[in-house]
């Protein structure tokens, strides 16, 4: 429920000089059917008025605020926000009068056009702040541009550094052409941050470069591939195992005996070819000595020689006829990508292991002639041969494994070479390319803030602009103004404002006041005459106080002389009873540090009470070191 400023009968403060919290009454709260819609508060200076003053204005505008209005049960009141609640004080008066110089005159700014001066001063004060700012950052902005460390200089002081570090001859060796420093490459060069070394990338790009020519000039994969040697073959210690294996000999007649003599000899293919030749039907005579031989001589003969070769050293020479190892060749057809080098490594490989190969065979062919007599083989060598054989083999497969990879990731190698390049062309800049950098941010930043600065130059120009306009209004009810000052000092031409040139001018007696004749008491009652003026704003005469509004004034006498205070408390008197005739929903509530004052001021509102018996007004309230509060009914 929303209620209006008849329901106010007193107010709660909880701030300045009430810390603890009071509730004032300022209308007759016994009388419900017969409030008081006129209030006077006295209080000595530091008593609190100006704190009330400002509690009443925050219950109007701030339903969250700890000052509020209640009504005659001391129930919360919701006054609406924008209530035609007026508070005249001194802060009223810093606010709505200024008084400035135009060399010789005074020229007097009231209410907006008041505010509107003193937020130029403001806006002033800033655009000289934001000036100065722009000649900084304007500074800046032409050193970066054109200073000796501008970033043109800085740029080519760093393009300089890539160049005589190679830049370009390192390019041109992926590309086969050297390039020229786009700006495009320029900026890859600045990007190409690297904690590396600089020897670490030259290694690097060095291994890279020889592996991407190398994949350019094969153009395509190469399909070849060398088989490892099976090492099984080439069991040493088997080998050593069969050559030094011993066969149990025959028990031998002499012809044997001297048939053994031979095999172990060495001769042992002469017993064999013996038996071949004395197995056959054809023959009838020995080979040797042409002497006849008998069917019987001969199957004697075989008989003993085969029981020389026996079964098991039959057997014995069938693995050593298996044990004899063919030599290594050297695979056909080696591509030409394959490095002559690692060519070379593994020829002279096969020929070791071939020289190892041929050692073997002839100890086999040893004891092939002597099978009765074990071989001692020693260290062969063969498999420390047939790995090294390996080992170049695998070295080549590597390789071409390698190059068909490089190959197959070409372009992506030649983009790894070309950051490996700008990496080192930027450890050869870096310095500078910092240095660069830092102008570079610093010269952004000025540029940001110069638009920002011209952005907010144009806002406060543009808003200097509107309140200069309000300057120049001259919509304020300077007759009315007028009459207020005339009912001050008893005199129309004492002190009154003068249109012109679209601001007011103060006259005293027909002539220009300076503003250093302007006292503050004249200051005091050129405001409190314009608060009164402020209500008739867009009003038709005679209506001025139409609406309903709640006006507290807080020291409206002070500063005056006696001639003036008498004057003023005559202007009191017709606006308050203008007030409260004009709507009887408005409220008047008057304080004062002055005794005096509030005499007067009783005699004003039984004046006004006797005018029309309808308006409740005397009521009394005291502020002291202890909150008294009087009332005295109509």
Same mark, same amino acid.
């Given at each position: 429920?929303?209620?209006?400023?008849?329901?106010?009968?007193?107010?709660?403060?909880?701030?300045?000089?009430?810390?603890?919290?009071?509730?004032?009454?300022?209308?007759?709260?016994?009388?419900?059917?017969?409030?008081?819609?006129?209030?006077?508060?006295?209080?000595?200076?530091?008593?609190?008025?100006?704190? #009330?003053?400002?509690?009443?204005?925050?219950?109007?505008?701030?339903?969250?605020?700890?000052?509020?209005?209640?009504?005659?049960?001391?129930?919360?009141?919701?006054?609406?926000?924008?209530?035609?609640?007026?508070?005249?004080?001194?802060?009223? $008066?810093?606010?709505?009068?200024?008084?400035?110089?135009?060399?010789?005159?005074?020229?007097?700014?009231?209410?907006?056009?008041?505010?509107?001066?003193?937020?130029?001063?403001?806006?002033?004060?800033? $655009?000289?702040?934001?000036?100065?700012?722009?000649?900084?950052?304007?500074?800046?902005?032409?050193?970066?541009?054109?200073?000796?460390?501008?970033?043109?200089?800085?740029?080519?002081?760093?393009?300089?550094?890539?160049?005589?570090?190679?830049?370009?001859?390192?390019?041109?060796?992926?590309?086969?052409?050297?390039?020229?420093?786009?700006?495009?490459?320029?900026?890859?060069?600045?990007?190409?941050?690297?904690?590396?070394?600089?020897?670490?990338?030259?290694?690097?790009?060095?291994?890279?470069?020889?592996?991407?020519?190398?994949?350019?000039?094969?153009?395509?994969? *190469?399909?070849?591939?060398?088989?490892?040697?099976?090492?099984?073959?080439?069991?040493?210690?088997? #080998?050593?195992? #069969? *050559?030094?294996?011993?066969?149990?000999?025959?028990?031998?007649?002499?012809?044997?005996?001297?048939?053994?003599?031979?095999?172990?000899?060495?001769?042992?293919?002469?017993?064999?070819?013996?038996?071949?030749?004395?197995?056959?039907?054809?023959?009838?005579?020995?080979?040797?000595?042409?002497?006849?031989?008998?069917?019987?001589?001969?199957?004697?003969?075989?008989?003993?020689?085969?029981?020389?070769?026996?079964?098991?050293?039959?057997?014995?020479?069938?693995?050593?006829?298996?044990?004899? *190892?063919?030599?290594?060749?050297?695979?056909?057809?080696?591509?030409? /990508?394959?490095?002559?080098?690692?060519?070379?490594?593994? /020829?002279?490989?096969?020929?070791?292991?071939?020289?190892?190969? =041929?050692?073997?065979?002839?100890?086999?062919?040893?004891?092939?002639?002597?099978?009765?007599?074990?071989?001692?083989?020693?260290?062969?060598?063969?498999?420390?041969?047939?790995?090294?054989?390996?080992?170049? $083999?695998?070295?080549?497969?590597?390789?071409?494994?390698?190059?068909?990879?490089?190959?197959?990731?070409?372009?992506?190698?030649?983009?790894?070479?070309?950051?490996?390049?700008?990496?080192?062309?930027?450890?050869?800049?870096?310095?500078?390319?910092?240095?660069?950098?830092?102008?570079?941010?610093?010269?952004?930043?000025?540029?940001?803030? #110069?638009?920002?600065?011209?952005?907010?130059?144009?806002?406060?120009?543009?808003?200097?602009?509107?309140?200069?306009?309000?300057?120049?209004?001259?919509?304020?009810?300077?007759?009315?103004?007028?009459?207020?000052?005339?009912?001050?000092?008893?005199?129309?031409?004492?002190?009154?404002?003068?249109?012109?040139?679209?601001?007011?001018?103060?006259?005293?007696?027909?002539?220009?006041? =300076?503003?250093?004749?302007?006292?503050?008491?004249?200051?005091?009652?050129?405001?409190?005459?314009?608060?009164?003026?402020?209500?008739?704003?867009?009003?038709?005469?005679?209506?001025?106080?139409?609406?309903?509004?709640?006006?507290?004034?807080?020291?409206?006498?002070?500063?005056?002389?006696?001639?003036?205070?008498?004057?003023?408390?005559?202007?009191?008197?017709?606006?308050?009873?203008?007030?409260?005739?004009?709507?009887?929903?408005?409220?008047?509530?008057?304080?004062?540090?002055?005794?005096?004052?509030?005499?007067?001021? =009783?005699?004003?509102?039984?004046?006004?009470?006797?005018?029309?018996?309808?308006?409740?007004?005397?009521?009394?309230?005291?502020?002291?070191?202890?909150?008294? /509060?009087?009332?005295?009914?109509?």
């Amino acid at each position: 429920m929303t209620n209006s400023l008849m329901d106010i009968r007193s107010v709660r403060v909880s701030s300045g000089s009430f810390p603890s919290g009071a509730e004032l009454e300022l209308f007759n709260a016994s009388k419900p059917d017969k409030p008081h819609r006129a209030s006077v508060v006295f209080g000595r200076n530091g008593s609190g008025k100006t704190t #009330l003053a400002n509690s009443i204005l925050e219950a109007v505008n701030d339903p969250n605020a700890p000052s509020c209005f209640l009504d005659g049960n001391s129930n919360l009141l919701a006054i609406p926000k924008g209530s035609n609640v007026r508070v005249f004080s001194e802060a009223y $008066i810093r606010e709505k009068v200024q008084i400035e110089s135009d060399g010789l005159e005074a020229i007097v700014m009231l209410g907006d056009q008041a505010v509107a001066q003193r937020r130029i001063k403001d806006l002033d004060t800033e $655009i000289v702040r934001l000036g100065e700012a722009r000649a900084r950052y304007q500074t800046r902005k032409d050193e970066s541009e054109s200073g000796p460390k501008s970033l043109e200089k800085l740029e080519k002081k760093a393009k300089d550094c890539a160049k005589n570090g190679g830049w370009a001859s390192r390019f041109a060796k992926v590309e086969g052409s050297r390039p020229s420093l786009t700006a495009q490459r320029w900026e890859s060069i600045c990007s190409a941050e690297t904690n590396n070394t600089r020897d670490e990338l030259d290694g690097e790009y060095s291994r890279l470069l020889e592996k991407y020519k190398r994949a350019d000039a094969a153009g395509s994969t *190469l399909d070849w591939n060398i088989s490892e040697v099976d090492l099984g073959r080439y069991d040493e210690k088997k #080998l050593s195992a #069969l *050559l030094s294996e011993e066969i149990d000999e025959p028990r031998l007649t002499e012809r044997e005996e001297r048939l053994i003599a031979l095999t172990r000899c060495g001769d042992q293919g002469i017993v064999e070819k013996a038996r071949e030749v004395f197995s056959s039907d054809d023959t009838t005579r020995c080979p040797m000595c042409q002497q006849g031989v008998s069917p019987e001589y001969k199957s004697s003969l075989v008989s003993s020689i085969l029981k020389i070769l026996s079964k098991e050293a039959e057997e014995y020479r069938g693995r050593l006829d298996r044990a004899v *190892l063919a030599a290594l060749e050297m695979p056909p057809d080696v591509p030409p /990508q394959v490095s002559h080098g690692k060519v070379d490594a593994l /020829q002279s490989a096969i020929g070791l292991a071939n020289a190892a190969i =041929e050692k073997c065979n002839r100890l086999i062919e040893q004891r092939r002639g002597s099978l009765y007599t074990p071989v001692p083989a020693g260290d062969l060598g063969i498999e420390e041969a047939i790995a090294g054989v390996n080992a170049a $083999i695998e070295i080549i497969n590597n390789d071409i494994e390698a190059l068909n990879s490089a190959v197959v990731k070409k372009g992506e190698l030649k983009g790894r070479l070309h950051r490996l390049n700008d990496e080192i062309a930027w450890i050869d800049a870096r310095e500078v390319i910092a240095e660069r950098r830092a102008v570079a941010e610093s010269l952004e930043e000025a540029k940001a803030e #110069l638009r920002k600065i011209s952005l907010e130059h144009e806002r406060l120009s543009r808003e200097r602009d509107t309140e200069e306009a309000k300057i120049r209004m001259t919509d304020i009810a300077v007759d009315s103004i007028n009459g207020y000052l005339a009912t001050i000092y008893f005199d129309a031409r004492r002190f009154r404002l003068v249109a012109s040139d679209g601001v007011y001018k103060i006259e005293s007696n027909g002539k220009p006041v =300076e503003p250093k004749h302007i006292s503050t008491g004249e200051r005091n009652a050129l405001a409190l005459c314009y608060f009164f003026s402020e209500s008739g704003t867009n009003k038709f005469k005679g209506s001025e106080d139409s609406d309903p509004q709640y006006l507290i004034l807080d020291d409206p006498v002070s500063s005056f002389d006696m001639e003036n205070r008498i004057g003023t408390c005559s202007l009191l008197r017709e606006r308050i009873a203008h007030v409260l005739r004009s709507n009887g929903s408005s409220r008047v509530t008057v304080m004062t540090h002055d005794a005096a004052v509030v005499a007067e001021l =009783e005699h004003i509102l039984d004046d006004i009470h006797d005018e029309f018996k309808s308006v409740k007004t005397s009521s009394m309230t005291f502020l002291s070191s202890g909150i008294v /509060q009087l009332s005295r009914t109509s």
